[in-house]
Every structure is written in structure tokens, then in C-alpha cells.
């Protein structure tokens, strides 16, 4: 069979679901068509214009509309805005026939099964023999979708089902149909890991598929649960967010987000088509449910939700909760629990699932009856949904954000504790939970030589989860490949020659123990391996240094041991450029200040295409001092060009710098000359990354890596440079767009990107402008306000404006 490609798409319907599906596809470079129905009637607008419904911008008035509302959404459905060219759009009648260049055609329209049906008629009329052809629904079976369609159709039709927004959100659940080509759903599964950066799972064409119905369950069983112990919405967030591995908007504020009406239509749907599931009425909804519903208060879109936003007789915004009993909404309400006390030095979330059940307040109630009532569900939904359980795990953690399936937070507290749990809801798990016991099998998931294993039901034993090869998982090879560990790094054999070195460090800020580390790890490459890759698989690569040690020898006025501190911090990024060995940075995520320092001076970065990445030490009162400010200065040089306006390429950068631009992704990262085309790389699946960055040192090694000669000519251009910043910073300041603190900052950078107030322009070293940075960083901590900034930083979280 030859090899199949997807380089054009077809997406029908430009809905919220289908433009952010067609941007996605944009976004890892495929050509997209997507088309919607032609309107039926004029608007005032197109009536005043003298339009009539012939018109073209008319006839394509519903999908370019969606299209660009999508495009200016936030969060951006698109890693960089020129990737809206790759989109073209069109309706159903005037374009349908170009769905026939397309090599694969999803269908996303309204949730109806007989309009769905009428789509693919009239898409089989056009539709090339031998094309994939999906459909992106979230609830109606499959196998009634392709009835009456050629052998053709069918054989090449499934379910892939995107969860919204498809740009963040990695699940991809295929659904078979039953007639679908065992070929199709392997193509399927490799091209939504590879190419589409997703978690693939394979589901059962069952009601709700596998994330809805379990996710769905969870929430119903949560307002039941709510409703029963008299809780209220913020105890329950507080409960269910970052503390047990989930996003911060944890239930009732996701609820809000994605709106009720949404949650409560894949509930109804769940209700009225599993009549035998044992948990049915737990799908009906609540009374406070129901009432909601009737007074529409439906989350963001309508306003108001299980928060409210409003503001006070000051004008100050003040968030509200609804009070589940009286159904009013009433002044917010802080949440706490002595059992989550116990927990905050417990940095590993799995760890914390044992003393959480262990609780003897409310906290501790909730969580092992949650648990409990979770662990008997998902029990029984083999082999209903799906026949192995790592599925169920997988769909969780990309659909809904949960660090942790159910499977693996029942590992967490231990089978047999977890089997006490469900008793005491008084439920029953499914019997082959007790045969594994039975089997001396005591645990769902066990890693073997690095690879993951679960429990397969039928064999009893453990078996090797698929696709793992292309991975490598830092938790599965740290106690076997380690080389090196403090409190700061773990430094581990990636096998093949390459060294890794990983932050372990609190949000993987970087302090004395994380740059030790990373020297320590450069030795031992350079003494007895090929190459370095620095990544991790934390939440975000690095919030930068850290600020708080800065702050208390600021504070302390130990201006030596700063001067000292943030030299080895220079001295570390240098030596990461002139080492004798390949370095490769791996980041994603949040890569701040001095993570994104430490990835301006890598040899190669291979980038996750979710890489936030810049440079923010103004908001805490400073510039760039590990060698970002430098940096910056000689990549505005090597962008200079003969005859170019040399100023205009130095206040681009110097601007990147004093506005703390942040990517909002790898690509944008290009713009700001952070990342390097044809030298650095993205990749859309974090999971690929440690891997892919591993191949790449691997490479440079294997081409005869030479260690580069030290820099000595940076082109600084002096007073010439100075004056505009002084002019511009001025007028700013004079306008009240920077305050005189914000002007003190940007001046000190101004001095070092300009090499000081040399006469004339002039080659310089790396080093004389890290030493002018480091001065200037000093001179900054000695200032008031920057203590106050940092101080703030601490305390807040956030950046003061002072």
C-alpha cells in the first residue's frame, strides 16, 4: 500500500470546533479549505452596500466571520498569525467540489444526525475514492453516521473526535465505525501523536466515547457530592484544582468556562443512552442544575455561572459565588482545610492522594468518597468504553488536564486502600479488580527498563503500553540512568552518548544547586560522553531565577556575594556556548528570564511548539543579568546588514528586552530573534521532545562538533545608540507611558546594548558587555523600588508598576 500523506484538508463547518480545528491543521503546516452553509438572507449592512445573495463575500459571509472571530480569540487558536494564510474558505455550494483534492475531509457540523447524514451524501458526490473522511462529533454513534454510503466511504470513515480548543487540548479520541479499515485507524493514531502533537486513544463507539464519560460522571457525582456534604462552589475548586495534579479552574470555574448548557447536552446524552450503566441516575441533573438552566446562567458566555463577576460601589471588581442552597450569589468565600495544610511541602502531587484520604475534616470525607465513588466507575467500564485501562488514564490527563487517571491515583493510594474506598461508599468495583489481586498482581502500571506496563484484564499480567518508542519518559529512567543528582537537577544517560539534565528544583527556578548542576553535568560530557541535552517534563521548563535568594542579598546589601551569584550564572550560559560538547535546550512551556537566558545560549534548541519564552526581568525591577541583556546586543550585530539602519535592528531588540515580549509560541519565538530559523526546531508533541532534542546532539556529534572560538566582535554602537534610547525613554517617560522607575531600567539596558558611551561604533567582546550587564544588574538591586518590585514578585506572585 503506498504511503499516504495529508497535505490538504477539508473542514465542513466553521463553527467554534471547526475553525479551531481548520487553525490547527493551519498550525503544523497543511493547507486547509473550510466551508460553511451560504446565509439565507441579508444583513442591514450587506442591504445598505447594495449586495444581494449572488455575491460572493456574501455567499462566504458565515464562515469568513467565524474564521476571523476564531482567529482573534484568546487563547490564539493559531501559533503565529501569518499561519491564517493557510486557510481558505468557501460554502457548501459554490466549493464543495473542491473537497475532492483533499486528503481528508472532517466533517463538523451542528450535532444532528440527519443533517449530518445529508452532508455526507452530498460530500460523497465529490468526495476522491481512497480519502479519509471523519466525523468530529462528541456524542452520536458512529455506525449510524455512514449508513447507505459506499463500501468505499465507510471503509475509509471513523470518528475523530478534537477537544475544544483544539490547539491546547490533547486528546484525539478515533472511533471506529464498522466497517473501518484496521489500516485507517493506524494511520490515524500515528498521524494525531506525530504530526497533530495529540494523545490518541482508540475508543469503543460507545455513548460519549471515553473522556466525556468518564469526565462527564465526575462532575455529576461532584454536584451530588456538593449538594450532600454542603459545600460550597470555592471549597470544591479548592479540592479539585492544583493540589490533586488539576488545572486551577478545577470544577465549577471550568464549568463557567466551558458552559453549563455544553455540559448539561453530553450529560442528557449520556442519561437517555446508557440505560444499563450502574451509575445512571447519577447522570440525571441536580434540581440547583435545572434551575440554572431555566435562568440561563450558563457560565461566561451569559454572564454569570457558579461565579459572577460585578463590580463594587468603588468600582472595584469583585468576584461573587452562588450559594448552592439559596441559588444568590453572595461575596466569594476563602477556602480551607487543615488536611491540604499537610500537603504543601509534598512537591510530588502522586504522593499526596495517601494523606489526603487520610483526613479527618470535610477535606478528607470528600476525597475518599470522590475517590472511592471514581475508582468503582471507571471499574466497570471495562470493557464497555475501552478493553485496557491505560486509555481511560490517557483520556483523562489530555482531555481534561488531570496529571493523574484514575487508575493511577488508585495506584497512588494503593489497590487494596482504594477497594476500602469504594466499600465504604457503599459500592462494588468490578470483579476483575479482586482476580488481579488474586494473581499476585498488586498495581495497574509498573515500569520495566524504562517502558511503562499496565494491567491487562484478559492474560492477568502486565503488558508494555504501545508507542512508547518514540518517547522518553524522565520518570521511568531516573532511578536507573542517573549519573548525578542534587537538590537541584537530576542528571541522567539518555543512552546513545547524551546526557540530560533536569530540573527538580521548586517551578524548576533556577538557584546555586540548578547551575551546579548544570556544570557538573558539562564535565561529565565533556569527559565521557558526546553531548547535553538540558530539558524536563515538569509543567513549564523554568519561571527563571530565583528571585527570591536575589532578593534577600539584596536586601542583606551582600552586593559581593550577588556579584559572585550572578556571575556564575554568566559564567554557566558561557560555558553551555564554549563548551567541547554539543548542547541542545529543551524548552516548554513557561520559559522566563533565566530559562530563557539559558536557551539564547544553547548550540540548538528544539522547541515545544507550546514554549512561552522571553525575557522578563523588568517587572522585577532589573535587566536580563545572566547573559540575556548581552545576548540580545550581539544578535542585533549579526542581524546588521550592509548598508541596513543599524538603530532600527538594535531598538527592535533592545524593545524585546524593555517590553518583556513573551511568545505566546515556539514560532513567535522566531520574531523576536530568541529562536533561530534553520538552527533551532519545533515540535508540536512535548512527549517527542526529550527524544528529539537527544537526536539532534546525537548528530551534531556524529558531523565532528568543534567547540566555537569566544566572540570578539559584537559591533556596539556607542552614543550614537545611546542618545535615541535617552531621547526615547524621555519622551515616554514625559507622557506617563513609563513611570521614572521603568525609565531607570530602560536606561541601564540602553548603556549595555549600546556597548556604554563609546565615541564611535566598535567591535567588542561577549565579556565586556556581560560585564557591563552584571554592573548594571547590581546597580539596579541597590534601588528601592526594584526591592519593592521583587518584594512584590514574592509575595503576589504578579509585577508591580511602581
Known amino acids: 500500500m503506498s504511503k499516504r500523506r495529508i497535505n490538504n484538508v477539508a473542514v465542513i463547518g466553521s463553527g467554534i ?24 438572507e441579508l444583513t442591514d449592512k450587506e442591504k445598505a452596500k447594495g449586495l444581494t445573495l449572488e455575491d460572493k463575500q456574501v455567499r462566504n459571509r458565515l464562515v469568513n466571520e467565524a474564521l476571523q472571530s476564531a482567529i482573534k480569540s484568546k ?7 501569518d499561519f491564517a494564510n493557510r486557510i481558505t474558505t468557501g460554502n457548501l455550494e459554490d466549493d464543495i467540489s473542491k473537497v475532492s483534492k483533499a486528503d481528508w475531509i472532517i466533517e463538523v457540523v451542528v450535532e444532528r444526525l440527519d443533517i449530518k447524514k445529508q452532508v455526507f451524501e452530498n460530500l460523497e458526490k465529490h468526495r476522491t475514492p481512497g480519502t479519509l473522511i471523519t466525523s468530529n462529533t462528541s456524542g452520536i454513534p458512529i455506525q449510524f453516521m455512514s449508513e447507505g454510503r459506499s463500501e468505499d466511504f465507510q471503509k475509509h470513515f471513523c470518528g475523530t473526535h478534537f477537544f475544544n480548543p483544539p490547539r491546547y487540548l490533547k486528546l484525539f479520541e478515533i472511533i471506529p465505525g464498522p466497517k473501518t479499515d484496521a489500516e485507517i485507524l493506524d494511520f490515524l493514531d500515528n498521524y494525531g501523536e506525530k504530526f497533530l502533537g495529540k494523545t490518541t486513544v482508540v475508543a469503543k463507539d460507545t455513548p460519549a466515547f471515553i473522556g466525556n464519560r468518564i469526565g462527564i460522571y465526575g462532575i455529576q457525582a461532584m454536584f451530588h457530592l456538593v449538594k450532600d456534604m454542603g459545600l460550597t462552589v470555592e471549597e470544591v475548586d479548592k479540592l479539585t484544582g492544583p493540589v490533586i495534579g488539576r488545572p486551577k479552574s478545577a470544577t465549577f470555574r471550568t464549568v463557567d468556562v466551558v458552559g453549563l448548557d455544553t455540559l448539561v447536552h453530553v450529560a442528557n446524552g449520556i442519561y437517555e443512552n446508557v440505560p444499563e450503566d450502574e451509575e445512571h441516575d447519577m447522570f440525571k441533573l441536580p434540581g440547583f442544575i435545572q434551575t440554572m438552566m431555566d435562568n440561563k446562567w450558563l457560565g461566561s458566555k451569559s454572564g454569570q455561572g457558579f461565579y459572577k463577576k460585578t463590580k463594587d460601589k468603588d468600582g472595584k471588581t469583585e468576584i461573587l459565588g452562588l450559594d448552592l442552597d439559596t441559588l444568590e450569589y453572595r461575596p466569594g468565600k476563602k477556602a480551607k482545610f487543615a488536611t491540604l495544610e499537610k500537603t504543601k511541602s509534598v512537591e510530588n502531587v502522586a504522593d499526596r492522594f495517601p494523606i489526603l484520604i487520610k483526613g479527618d475534616d470535610k477535606a478528607g470525607e470528600f476525597y475518599r468518597r470522590n475517590f472511592g465513588a471514581m475508582f468503582a466507575y471507571v471499574s466497570h467500564r471495562i470493557p464497555e468504553i475501552t478493553d485496557e485501562l491505560y486509555k481511560i488514564d490517557d483520556a483523562m490527563k489530555a482531555g481534561f488536564g488531570w496529571q493523574h487517571g484514575p487508575f493511577e491515583i488508585w495506584d497512588a493510594v494503593g489497590v487494596k486502600k482504594g477497594l476500602e474506598l469504594i466499600e465504604e461508599t457503599g459500592k462494588k468495583p468490578a470483579d476483575w479488580v479482586q482476580e488481579m489481586l488474586d494473581a499476585n498482581v498488586e498495581s495497574f502500571y509498573s515500569v520495566v ?45 539518555l543512552g546513545d552518548g547524551i546526557l540530560n539534565v533536569e530540573f527538580r528544583s521548586k517551578m524548576n527556578s533556577i538557584g546555586g ?18 553531548g547535553l ?14 528571585i527570591g535568594m536575589i532578593f534577600m542579598m539584596a536586601v542583606e546589601q551582600e552586593y559581593d556575594e550577588l556579584n559572585a551569584a550572578v556571575k556564575y550564572f554568566q559564567d554557566t550560559v558561557m560555558r553551555l556556548r564554549y563548551s567541547s560538547i554539543p548542547t541542545v535546550m529543551a524548552p516548554h512551556g513557561m520559559t522566563l528570564g533565566g530559562g530563557c537566558e539559558l536557551t539564547l545560549h544553547a548550540d540548538r534548541v528544539v522547541a515545544a511548539a507550546e514554549s512561552y519564552i522571553g525575557l522578563v526581568e523588568f517587572g522585577v525591577g532589573v535587566i536580563p543579568g545572566g547573559g540575556g541583556s548581552k545576548e540580545m546586543a550581539l544578535r542585533a550585530s549579526d542581524s546588521f546588514k550592509k548598508d541596513d539602519v543599524e538603530l ?19 514560532h513567535e519565538a522566531y520574531d523576536l530573534d530568541i529562536l533561530k530559523p534553520g538552527k533551532d526546531i519545533v515540535v508540536v508533541n512535548t512527549a517527542r521532545q526529550i527524544a528529539t532534542a537527544k537526536a539532534v546532539a546525537r548528530q551534531m556529534a556524529d558531523m565532528g562538533y568543534t567547540q566555537p572560538p569566544k566572540r570578539e566582535d559584537v ?26 522607575h521603568d525609565q531607570k531600567i530602560a536606561d541601564k539596558l540602553a548603556y549595555v546594548m549600546a ?17 557591563l550587564e552584571r554592573e548594571a544588574f547590581l546597580s539596579l538591586t541597590g534601588e528601592r523600588k526594584t526591592l519593592e518590585r521583587l518584594q512584590h514578585m514574592i509575595q503576589k506572585g504578579k509585577p508591580l508598576r511602581n
Do not use: W
Open 513 to 530: 544547586d540548578v547551575l551546579a548542576g548544570i556544570n557538573k553535568a558539562i564535565d561529565i560530557a565533556e569527559d565521557r560522553f558526546d
Open 755 to 771: 556597548g556604554g558611551d563609546l565615541s564611535e561604533p566598535t567591535e567588542v567582546s561577549e565579556q565586556y558587555l556581560l560585564d
Open 715 to 740: 559591533k556596539v554602537l556607542g552614543k550614537q545608540a545611546l542618545g535615541m534610547f535617552y531621547v526615547g525613554t524621555d519622551s515616554m517617560e514625559a507622557s506617563n507611558y513609563i513611570s521614572e
Open 648 to 666: 532600527n535592528r538594535l531598538r527592535q531588540h533592545f524593545l524585546t528586552v524593555a517590553m518583556a515580549k513573551v511568545s505566546t509560541s515556539a
Open 75 to 81: 487563547p490564539a487558536p493559531l501559533y503565529h498569525e
Open 17 to 40: 470546533m471547526g475553525s479551531g480545528i481548520a487553525c490547527h491543521f493551519a498550525n503544523i503546516g497543511v493547507e486547509v479549505l473550510l466551508l460553511d452553509i451560504v446565509p439565507r
Open 449 to 493: 527498563n524504562g517502558q511503562t506496563y499496565f494491567y491487562d484484564i484478559p492474560s492477568k499480567s502486565h503488558k508494555k503500553v504501545p508507542g512508547q518508542d518514540a518517547f522518553i519518559i524522565l520518570d521511568n529512567i531516573r532511578e536507573t540512568s542517573e549519573v548525578f543528582s542534587n537538590s537541584g537537577v537530576s542528571v541522567q544517560d
Open 533 to 546: 541535552v538540558i530539558g524536563n517534563q515538569g509543567q513549564n521548563f523554568s519561571v527563571g531565577a530565583n
